[in-house]
């Protein structure tokens, strides 16, 4: 394959941010875990993949991954990788003391 391929793919990039999973409550983690979200998410046994879109591409009925979605689109964010081993994000509430994936 030449460079141009490489140049090609990157036109299809689309922003990702990595986030600790305690940003979500208890039942949006088991909703996510259960691969039930009200929006388009891939679980995963860490966290998980949630599509946010841009624009938004839905507004999910849970609140706390609502405002999340908020700060995303604001940012230009595509992707969220939801992660138990990820940083916790200045501003975003977090849930720690709640259950984590079971």
Known sequence: MDNSTA?????????MAALSITH???????????????????????????YVGVPRYSVPTEADLAAIFDVAEQAGIVWLKFDSDAAGIDGLPIYEGESPIS
């Open 7 to 15: 140049k090609n793919l990157l036109q299809h990039v689309e922003p």
């Open 24 to 50: 979500l409550t208890a039942s949006t983690r088991q909703k996510l875990a259960a691969d039930d979200l009200s929006v388009n998410a891939y679980p995963n046994e860490y966290g998980g993949f949630v």
